[in-house]
């Protein structure tokens, strides 16, 4: 358990940017996905302002095949602790999906997942599936999270933006991968500037992710440990928040992530929890 963990709160939720020097020549141009969808949500149903309170149903979606799943792999591994909370996997998924607007076709325990299948996953998850329990009733969903890195799917992110604000789906995107989520964890400073060992970063966009998960292995003590970097949360949602940056179009800058918005939303319902896990799993 670190300091951090007994020295954290949230912030007030205001983040201030530094304005973004952006030339609309270098928007891309992206082309639609499907029509702007809005999710479907039970009459009389309003989420309550203010912090997260008991009963709370957050679902999270991911297309991570072992990184983040390892990092969940705490709270899914002790689901009686926390029943609140529901985890989709694309990478696990056992049923195909067709998009009826597109033809775009999700296979069983497809690897790989873009931002585009992605978002038709959780949409069709939703449609579906959305505030049905085991009893068949309805119960609401206080917040979504669709988890995507950037690496070479800028476009599609840009498409599917708009669509998960639409549906109320919280977008969290990692610059470059979600290893600099748990980067953060440790340091407090952008690893371009780290003073232990500074990242070099490649000329080619698509070379970084795969650079900075070496880079990373070799900077922390013992490397990453994604199956106990969820107990460094105290300290990786200010460290992140610290040098969080979009660009023009919304998008988290190179060395940024949004990650600390899911991470808060964990400690408001999970955090005490979390400590005393903590100290049985030896972080």
């Known amino acids: 358990m670190t300091d951090q963990q007994n020295l954290y709160s949230k912030s007030d939720g205001i983040r201030e940017l530094e304005p973004l020097q952006a ?11 499907s ?12 989420k309550t302002a203010g912090t997260i309170e008991i009963p709370t149903f957050i679902v999270i979606f991911s297309g991570g095949e072992k990184r983040e799943r390892d990092y969940f792999s705490v709270i899914e591994n002790n689901k009686d602790k926390f029943p609140r909370i529901k985890f989709e996997f694309l990478c696990t998924s056992e049923v195909p999906i067709i998009d009826p607007e597109t033809q775009i076709v999700i296979k069983k325990n497809e690897s790989g997942f873009s931002p585009d299948k992605l978002w038709l996953f959780a949409k069709h998850w939703l449609d579906e599936r959305y505030l049905k329990n085991e009893a068949g009733q309805i119960e609401p969903i206080d917040n979504v999270y669709m988890l995507s890195d950037v690496d070479h799917f800028l476009v599609e992110l840009l498409r599917v933006k708009p669509l998960c604000d639409a549906a109320k ?4 995107i990692s610059n470059s991968c979600f290893e600099k989520w748990l980067y953060y964890g440790y340091y407090s400073v ?4 780290n003073p232990d060992l500074a990242f070099s970063c490649p000329a080619e966009a698509k070379e970084i992710s795969d650079r900075f998960k070496k880079y990373a292995n070799e900077l922390i003590p013992g490397g990453l440990k994604p199956k106990k970097d969820i107990f460094r949360l105290w300290d990786a949602i200010p460290n992140s928040i ?4 979009v660009d023009k179009l919304g998008i988290p800058k190179l060395y940024s ?13 999970i955090g005490e929890d979390l400590k005393k896990l903590s100290i049985e799993y030896g972080s």
Do not use: R, W
Request: charge should be negative; glycine fraction near 4%; avoid cysteine.
């Open 35 to 46: 029509p702007e969808v809005a999710m479907v949500v039970p009459a009389g149903y309003t």
């Open 190 to 193: 952008k690893p371009h500037l």
């Open 242 to 245: 610290a040098n969080h940056d």
């Open 23 to 33: 030339s609309s020549s270098s928007i891309p141009e992206v082309a639609p996905l």
């Open 169 to 172: 789906i919280n977008l969290i």
């Open 257 to 269: 992530t949004n990650m600390f918005e899911l991470g808060e939303d964990l400690l408001n319902l």
